[in-house]
């Protein structure tokens, strides 16, 4: 049984700070599609606009000119590799060029905190209310809701575990704007013959990880630390009597700044690009992780209060926004998430906010994000990642990264870009936050040697001894997760004879 203090999640929130999927919508006042025009009139004749394509270039300079902002303003980006000029830096002593952290336990008001109450009803909502303003932007109060098909059921065997796959898309109602269609992609795998519904673990997956969860046979995974592998082994899950789901988060939003005028962003901005606290990929990435998680509730092989998340790198990041949103999911493995995750941005190693900012990088966030990688610091942010790993309180969180041999990159073997320090120190601050709620958190203010797991509170922590990828931890968030999660009775995970 989950702890009893998680239950103030519920209670408190009662989800009101995720918009919540609206019903299906009202025909009659659907919009439709002139059939000798190619455009879309809403119910009462007026032409819907044109869906506008820019590339990712050309919208950020965009949106640095709604800031007064030109690219020459930007800080340039440091480099991955430690050899080349402009490189990163990766000397701890030279870090912490911001040390003072704001305090998640002091008002805004600088009164302290010291009741659950007050954190639930007063401070959370400030720390939220800064995120949505200067980081992840704002979502829609109405958002539209999504209709979850059953593609396929397919018993077959993985590895010698007997499993039901179901294939699935869930399709958002874009009758308010039929130029842009979002269909989100997930995959479910649960055990055949178990007992009762089952917990599951959630993957945010990079697109080939996707693919691979689709290809038949099963694709072995490499050995673990094989450099480039993004994923997780879903079938270790399943061995422990879980379920695993893999989700798409690109059906969802592009990762991708020209595509910020399409997929659930475009859709509900009818093809325009976003205003300056528009929702990034980020928060829309979360937001489609819950309608994943509304299909789960849904599904009788599934237990629903006991649905876990999965996410590495910049799916890491989005593992810790779907749980600052989401109380419904009960546990989350964020690996190597790094700047703008677990990462500290005032612990400058490894990627810093000029890099997020790039034009390759900056859909994650909100237009307002782009002042911290020209004229704005991390010192100038009234929040820093601690809050944000806070925000998942008092639910366990697994945070993992690799070693600090290598950037990830230029020198594969290693992790350093995503500052695995600089994460631990995060959570480390986090762990007030966690006592007050009933929690314990790290219980340790040392940096541990690599391979060292620390997992006897709510938060949890290890670095392994590869580069960026997130199957060295994997073995050890489950054993974490066993504590919290709950087989069926008697369950029969092995194939029939």
């Not at 918009?19 to 919508?25: E, I, K, L, T």
């Not at 900012?357 to 859909?363: E, I, M, P, Q, V």
């Not at 968030?477 to 995970?493: G, K, N």
């Amino acid at each position: 049984m989950l702890r009893a203090s998680y239950a103030w999640i519920f209670v408190v929130f009662a989800f009101a700070l995720l918009p919540r999927a609206a019903s299906g919508g009202d025909s009659s006042k659907a919009a439709r599609i002139v059939r000798d025009s190619g455009q879309a009139q809403d119910s009462s004749g007026a032409v819907l606009p044109a869906p506008v394509h820019l590339t990712a270039e050309q919208d950020r300079d965009r949106m640095l000119g709604l800031l007064g902002l030109s690219d020459a303003q930007m800080r340039r980006a440091p480099a991955t590799d430690p050899k080349a000029p402009n490189a990163a830096n990766y000397d701890e002593s030279k870090a912490k060029a911001h040390r003072k952290l704001p305090n998640p336990l002091v008002l805004d008001n600088g009164k302290r905190v010291t009741t659950p109450g007050q954190w639930w009803n007063e401070r959370r909502p400030e720390i939220v209310a800064d995120y949505e303003r200067e980081i992840l932007g704002r979502a829609p109060a109405e958002l539209p809701g999504v209709k979850w098909e059953v593609v396929s059921t397919t018993p077959e065997t993985w590895r010698g575990i007997d499993v039901i796959t179901k294939r699935l898309v869930g399709h958002v109602d874009n009758s308010s704007y039929p130029q842009v269609s979002v269909n989100i992609e997930m995959v479910l795998f649960t055990p055949a013959h178990a007992a009762g519904r089952v917990p599951v673990l959630m993957e945010l997956a990079f697109a080939k990880d996707y693919e691979r969860a689709l290809a038949r046979p099963f694709v072995e995974p490499p050995a673990p630390g094989t450099p480039g592998h993004w994923g997780v082994d879903g079938h270790e899950a399943l061995a422990r009597g879980w379920g695993f789901a893999v989700l798409k988060p690109v059906s969802i939003q592009a990762d991708d700044g020209a595509g910020l005028t399409e997929g659930i962003i475009g859709l509900m901005n009818k093809g325009q690009p976003r205003s300056l606290d528009d929702w990034g990929a980020l928060r829309a990435w979360a937001w489609g992780a819950s309608r994943a998680l509304d299909y789960l509730s849904s599904d009788a092989a599934v237990n629903a209060h006991e649905v876990g998340l999965v996410g590495h790198s910049r799916f890491g990041k989005a593992v810790l926004v779907t749980m600052a949103y989401d109380p419904r999911f009960v546990i989350a493995y964020s690996s190597s998430s790094g700047e703008g995750g677990a990462k500290l941005y005032r612990h400058i190693y490894g990627e810093t906010m000029a890099n997020v900012t790039s034009a390759s990088l900056y859909h994650w966030f909100c237009g307002n994000f782009l002042r911290y990688g020209g004229p704005k610091t991390a010192a100038d942010l009234p929040v820093d990642n601690h809050e944000l790993i806070a925000l998942a309180a008092p639910r366990p969180l697994f945070i993992g990264g690799g070693s600090n041999k290598g950037d990830g990159y230029a020198e594969p073997g290693g992790d350093a870009w995503a500052d695995p320090r600089g994460m631990f120190l995060a959570e480390m601050a986090a762990g007030p936050v966690y006592k007050l709620l009933g929690g314990k958190g790290l219980g340790t203010t040392q940096f541990p040697p690599v391979g060292t797991t620390i997992d006897s509170g709510d938060l949890a922590w290890r670095q392994h001894q590869f580069g960026h990828t997130p199957a060295p931890n994997w073995p050890a968030f489950l054993d974490f997760a066993s504590h919290f999660l709950h087989t069926p009775p008697h369950p029969q995970v092995l194939a029939a004879r």
